[in-house]
């Protein structure tokens, strides 16, 4: 079957919604079997990366690809953030009112997404790298972000 991009990416939100996806090849094959359409992992990689798709640590500790239907409008609830800061983030300094979180190499965007998400007061916003995420601060309150990711984290600061 030939869909626009659009709606191949509809069908692979529904998919996702639907299945618990581990890989993008698993995607290419439910793509295929479930809604037969034919696309390339290549093509699936993009798709997923223009969706805003990350992937998210489930029970059990799988993880599986994620989009969130309105990003602006979900919040990660305290205690999901908590779980995934303990498990992702391994440092935690800071820089003024910037705070900088370390991960494992590929992580750091699963971070930086559920705190973008969690409303958490005094955090405008984040930036994520590969294993560095940058935490965006109020003014004049950067220790006290530190403080609360650091907690979060399970870690200590040296502030």
């Known amino acids: 079957m030939s869909l626009s991009k659009t709606q191949r990416q509809h069908r692979i939100g529904q998919l996702l919604t639907?299945?618990?996806v581990t890989s993008?090849?698993?995607?290419?094959?439910?793509?295929?079997?479930v809604e037969d359409i034919v696309a390339t992992q290549a093509t699936v990689s993009r798709d997923l990366d223009e969706m805003g798709a990350v992937?998210?640590?489930?029970?059990?500790g799988?993880?599986?690809?994620?989009?969130?239907e309105h990003?602006?409008?979900q919040h990660t609830p305290t205690e999901h953030l908590r779980r995934l800061m303990g498990e992702w983030v391994v440092e935690a300094d800071r820089s003024?009112?910037?705070?900088?979180?370390?991960t494992p190499p590929g992580s750091a965007h699963v971070v930086?997404?559920?705190?973008?998400?969690?409303?958490?007061?005094?955090?405008?916003?984040?930036?994520?790298g590969?294993?560095?995420l940058l935490v965006i601060s109020s003014e004049g309150l950067g220790a006290t972000v530190l403080e609360r990711m650091a907690a979060m984290s399970g870690l200590a600061t040296n502030q």
């Open 71 to 73: 990003p602006a409008d």
């Open 62 to 68: 799988a993880s599986i690809y994620a989009v969130p």
């Open 112 to 128: 930086a997404s559920a705190l973008d998400r969690s409303g958490l007061e005094h955090v405008l916003g984040t930036v994520a």
């Open 55 to 60: 992937k998210i640590r489930i029970a059990g």
């Open 96 to 102: 003024g009112d910037l705070v900088v979180l370390r």
């Open 130 to 132: 590969d294993d560095t």
């Open 18 to 20: 639907a299945h618990q």
């Open 24 to 33: 993008q090849s698993q995607l290419v094959e439910l793509l295929a079997s």
